[in-house]
C-alpha cells in the first residue's frame, strides 16, 4: 500500500467516525466519506444507502450498516454497470467485497448488526422501542463510530487512496 493511500485512509478513519458520532446512519457516513476522500460515491448512493443503518431498517438482523456501506463504495468503483449484466460475474468486485468482510469478521467478531451489539455492549437491543435505543446509544460508546471508521479506512486504502472520479 502506498503511503499515501495509507495517510488517506487515516484521515478518512478520523472523519467517518466523528461522522457517526455527530450524525449516526453507519452506512451514510461510510459513503459520505469516501465521497469526499477519493471520490467514487455519488449522492444517490449515499441516500440510497439510509435504510441499511442498522443491519437493514434498524432491525439487527442483517450486515453491519458500516459494511454494508463500505461494500456498496467498493462496488460503486469495481461493480458491474447496468448496460454490463451479460457480460459475467464481475468476479474482482466479489474478491474485494469479500476480503473487506473478512477482514471486518476479524477484527469485530461478527457481521451483522445484533452480533456486533451483543459483542460491543453484551447484549441485543430492540432499536425501534426508544428507551431501548437509547440504552444501545448509551451503551455502545465509541465502538460502533470505531467500526464506521475502519470500514472507511480500509476502503479508502483497497481504493487506493486516489481520486477515482
Known sequence: MSKEAQTLGEQAYAKAQQYELDYGCCPQCVLATVQETVGVVDDQTIKASHGLSGGGGLLGEGVCGALSGGLLALSAKFGRDRD????????NNFK????LTERFRKEFGGVTCRELQQQFTGRIYDMWDAAEYKA?????GRQCAHATGTVTQWVVEILG???CK
Do not use: T
Not at 96 to 99: H, Q, V
Open 84 to 91: 454490463k449484466l451479460d457480460r459475467g460475474r464481475y468476479i
Open 161 to 163: 487512496g486516489v481520486q
Open 136 to 140: 444501545f446509544d448509551d451503551a455502545r
Open 96 to 99: 474485494k467485497a469479500r476480503e
